[in-house]
């Protein structure tokens, strides 16, 4: 079983930064596709970035792009997303999960495609 747990949300004023880190725990592949999503009131849980266990694939959504960064250290079993230069509409939970196959470039970003999935931590953003 794994378990998730995300750390290092917090409120900041736009554009400022935050750097967020998702603790892996348990028994999983190193074959490995670790993802940061985040979900809006009334909106619905969308990809922000995913990297995969061999560190040769990354896959970032055009709405960040330029401001954050995905990184992992699989020593730690641990993946960051370093968010700068925020905004508003940045304003979300961000939740990590994690699926035990391939960062698929079609497939990285759909919620269905992961098996398991952190608590999440509020990043809230000010103007």
């Known amino acids: 079983q794994v378990q998730l747990v995300e750390s290092g949300g917090g409120s900041v004023q736009a554009g400022g930064s935050l750097r967020l880190s998702c603790a892996a725990s348990?028994?999983?592949?190193?074959?490995?596709?670790m993802a940061w999503f985040r979900q809006a009131p009334g909106k619905e849980r969308e990809g922000v970035a995913a990297v995969h266990s061999s560190l040769d694939t990354t896959h970032i959504a055009d709405s960040v792009k330029g401001r954050f960064t995905i990184s992992r250290d699989n020593a730690k079993k641990t993946v960051y997303l370093q968010m700068n230069s925020l905004k508003p509409e940045d304003t979300a939970m961000y939740y990590c999960?994690?699926?035990?196959?391939?960062?698929?470039?079609?497939?990285?970003?759909?919620?269905?495609?992961?098996?398991?999935w952190g608590q999440g931590t509020q990043v809230t953003v000010s103007v």
């Open positions: 999960a994690l699926t035990q196959r391939a960062c698929l470039v079609n497939y990285w970003g759909l919620t269905g495609f992961y098996h398991d």
């Open positions: 348990g028994s999983f592949s190193s074959n490995n596709c």
